[in-house]
């Protein structure tokens, strides 16, 4: 990958340091960073970064936030959200043990923020397992985000010792599943990397839990070793084998929309361009019955107090 340049990236660099907003694409090192800021799409990181989790994969820094939020997290969020012009935006976060309700509620309150600030917004929110508890991601889905992912990021066998202890294979698929039953006009996405050591029928045991879950999106990529302290790649997955699981994935399995490649991440170009189109299709058909019993956007207050 080419270094990032261009006037797009370092308009972008010096608004989220102005801001003091943090992105994922920073803090996690991501290969892709100068190809999405040089064309405007940056994935945003809330409640800090620092995670108080220890998945060894993952460059982001590990601590104990000690309960510190930003309130003013929304607020920065929505100005930069309307000084961009976007109509598409990914908003991720740390995993917050430290707080009572995993930061569901401030996570909520930063994608409604943005909603509101730019109308026809399509709101992408790559979210934490909240430790299974289904009342805090209710509290999340209330923020009115269009597309919710969670990543399983590896096979069953290899969970731990690639993430945390703390997440669990079958917790990331029974919260892909609930999103499901308490909105099911929204979107749901996960992820796998590769070259971790699984085997093949590892992976495709993998996707199909997704699929049965109800995961509609699927990204594959090659997992790369962030520094020398992190899991070392086992194994570099062929352009043809990343084709050759795509293939699986939506014509065997029938996930609507599955971009795989090494570069590929959970927050993808491609991926949000075919999400977009769909969150518009489904938007035009949604019917009445289908969200009576949901909490919308609109009765999301953006004021109401977090629990952290």
């Not at 992408?124 to 399983?152: C, M, R, S, W, Y």
């Amino acid at each position: 990958m080419r270094p990032p340049t261009g006037e797009r990236y370092f308009e972008l660099k010096q608004i989220t340091k102005s801001l003091e907003l943090a992105t994922v694409c920073e803090e996690a090192r991501c290969p892709n960073i100068g190809e999405c800021w040089a064309g405007g799409t940056a994935t945003f990181m809330v409640m800090g970064d620092t995670c108080t989790r220890g998945c060894r994969f993952c460059a982001v820094k590990t601590g104990n936030p000690n309960g510190w939020l930003d309130a003013e997290e929304p607020e920065k969020l929505a100005t930069i959200v309307a000084a961009a012009k976007w109509d598409y935006i990914v908003l991720t976060s740390v995993d917050r043990d430290d707080l009572p309700d995993g930061g569901a509620a401030h996570f909520a309150r930063c994608i409604a923020a943005v909603k509101s600030a730019r109308p026809g917004l399509i709101v992408e929110a790559l979210i934490p397992d909240f430790q299974g508890n289904p009342e805090h991601l209710k509290t999340l889905i209330a923020g009115g985000a269009d597309v919710l992912a969670q990543n399983i990021e590896t096979v069953e066998r290899l969970t731990h010792p690639v993430r945390d202890r703390r997440a669990g294979y079958q917790q990331t698929l029974t919260l892909l599943q609930r999103i499901k039953e308490f909105a099911p006009h929204v979107i749901t996405k996960s992820s796998i990397m590769l070259g971790l050591g699984e085997q093949d029928d590892e992976v495709l045991q993998c996707m199909t839990d997704l699929q049965r879950h109800g995961v509609e999106l699927l990204t594959l990529g090659q997992y790369l070793q962030p520094t020398a302290k992190h899991l070392r790649v086992e194994r570099f997955i062929t352009p043809d084998e990343f084709n050759h699981w795509q293939g699986i994935a939506e014509k065997d399995l029938g996930f609507l929309y599955c971009a795989s490649g090494p570069l590929v991440r959970s927050s993808y170009r491609a991926g949000e361009f075919f999400a977009k189109n769909l969150v518009r299709e489904r938007s035009h058909g949604l019917k009445k019955h289908e969200t009576a019993n949901l909490t919308t956007r609109s009765d999301y207050d953006p004021g109401e107090t977090c629990n952290g």
